[in-house]
């Protein structure tokens, strides 16, 4: 009797060929990455006008461009751990719906107060989405195209960023009153995360998730058949779940691995968040000041603003896309912080140079080139690849959590900075913080092609069973699977009928 072999989830997952699949849920995650970005830098430029219209000093700008930062680091936490407790899928919808009261609440402020309130609650949802989404999509992926997926969804960041300097052009160009521009500009968030309501309802809890940690591998591989159209079918066997106890946050923190691991993830991004929220969030300023101080208005800046990461910052996210998983997720990453780090040196040794528009252009865009290609796409994607599936959420949150306390600092202390070192000051430190990051970066094990389970030493799935003519075959799911399938489909159509 013939004999043939269906894999089980994580199998079927690593080895799938890229398909339709996989874009729906680079799209899905990737639209709230597009609001997580456009929502913390266009800030910076709304934040001017703020400023003007109510006369806010330095410190309470700062504050206003920084407040969503520190939300961020609470949220990655808190929604990092639920994530892993009651499920990615779950975790989801709250999220946007903090992302849609955030931007409303912070359009129709009427005081700083009620400002920096609605900024928190927004940062609170954008730092939860950031474990969310990376994990959800990892573990989505195949094995051998996982770094250019998950970077998919975070090189949205660029045309969040991009959406957010355009929008203010066309506002400001259009001779809107400023004190609409500001408002506008913030409400302009809800529409992005309005949509992830939408489209993170119609996508699946993670099969990984589901056949790994809550044990239940029938539902699982109904759930994969169904979200790929039947391009991926999984025997829907009993997946090697976690030991008992390894899904407490104890386990992460005791195992010395594990440790060492997440010391490189969380303090690798810290470091590289400082320097590049503090330029990024800050760069109107710094543009500003090379281009002559209060010479060039708002509206010029951010034209350059938006040249300058068009230019140098795009194409870096998606060529770290493409060459990721050829170079490798950690070389990538030392190589960018090399490459960025010496621009910013360069900028702070190199005499007059912030007084030269041309090349200090350069050297500001060079650094961005290799922010995006190197550390700030792949902190995003190490960090949901190198831990077990139980904590993989908790500990993508604590690594983008502290992150977002970097990101924070650099934002609040850069302006600060700047006026008592000087821009070129500013970037030497920044340059030193890049060197702490290739340090940090050696503790961290390459994950490029290799599997999930091998790259966290999770016990390897259960070994598919041997199929017979009345066994698992491919175009034969097992009743188990056919019975989970068929619960799926009534509660999809239940919900359907509450408008769910």
């Known amino acids: 009797m013939a ?239 976690p030991a008992a106890g390894t899904s407490r946050l104890s386990s992460l923190l005791r195992n010395r691995r594990h440790l060492r691991t997440l010391l490189g993830t969380a303090g690798a991004w810290f470091v590289f968040d400082y320097a590049y929220y503090g330029n990024s969030v800050s760069a109107p300023l710094i543009v500003k000041s090379v281009l002559g101080g209060g010479t060039h208005s708002l509206t010029q800046t951010l034209g350059l603003n938006l040249i300058v990461f068009t230019v140098a910052a795009a194409p870096g996210y998606y060529l770290a896309t493409v060459y990721m998983d050829r170079i490798g997720h950690r070389r990538l990453q030392l190589i960018g912080f090399t490459f960025m780090g010496l621009a910013f040196l360069l900028i702070g040794v190199i005499p007059g140079i912030t007084t030269m528009v041309l090349p200090f252009l350069i050297l500001f865009g060079i650094s961005y080139f290799f922010a995006e290609f190197g550390p700030n796409t792949t902190t995003f994607v190490m960090g949901a690849e190198v831990f077990p599936t139980a904590v993989r959420s908790t500990a993508h949150g604590i690594a983008s959590g502290f992150a977002k306390v970097g990101a924070f600092i650099g934002v609040f202390l850069f302006p600060v900075i700047q006026r008592n070192l000087g821009t070129a000051g500013a970037l030497e430190l920044s340059a030193g913080f890049s060197l702490l990051g290739v340090l940090l970066t050696l503790l961290v094990p390459e994950t490029a092609g290799r599997s999930l389970d091998e790259i966290s030493a999770e016990p390897a799935a259960a070994t598919p069973v041997a199929a017979t003519a009345d066994a698992v075959t491919p175009d034969a799911p097992t009743p188990a699977v056919v019975a989970a399938a068929e619960k799926i489909a009534v509660e999809g159509a239940r919900e359907q009928s509450i408008g769910i």
Not at 45 to 50: G, P, V
Not at 55 to 63: E, H, I, M, Y
């Open 3 to 241: 004999e043939s072999t269906t894999p089980g989830i994580t199998a079927a997952l690593d080895e799938a060929p890229l398909s339709r699949f996989h874009r729906r849920a680079v799209l899905t995650s990737g639209m709230g990455f597009f609001t997580d970005a456009y929502d913390l830098f266009i800030v910076g430029a709304a934040s001017t006008l703020i400023a003007a219209q109510w006369n806010l000093s330095t410190a309470q700008t700062g504050l206003i461009n920084s407040i969503s930062l520190l939300a961020a680091f609470l949220g990655a936490f808190f929604f990092g751990r639920v994530a892993d407790l009651a499920g990615r899928k779950r975790t989801y919808g709250l999220l946007a719906i903090l992302m849609v009261v955030g931007a409303l609440a912070s359009a129709f402020a009427p005081s700083l107060a009620w400002l920096l309130a609605a900024r928190f609650v927004l940062g609170v949802g954008v730092g939860g989405d950031y474990p969310v989404s990376a994990v959800l999509m990892t573990e989505y992926s195949n094995r051998s195209n996982r770094g250019k997926l998950v970077g998919l969804v975070f090189s949205m960041q660029a045309l969040g960023t991009m959406a957010g300097y355009a929008a203010g052009l066309i506002l400001l160009g259009t001779g809107v009153d400023h004190g609409l521009v500001w408002r506008l500009l913030l409400g302009f968030g809800a529409i992005p995360a309005a949509c992830v309501i939408y489209l993170r309802h119609k996508m699946p809890e993670s099969p990984r998730f589901t056949a790994q940690v809550r044990g239940d591998g029938a539902a699982a591989a109904a759930h994969l058949s169904s979200y790929t159209d039947g391009a991926v079918l999984a025997s829907g066997a009993a997946e090697a779940g």
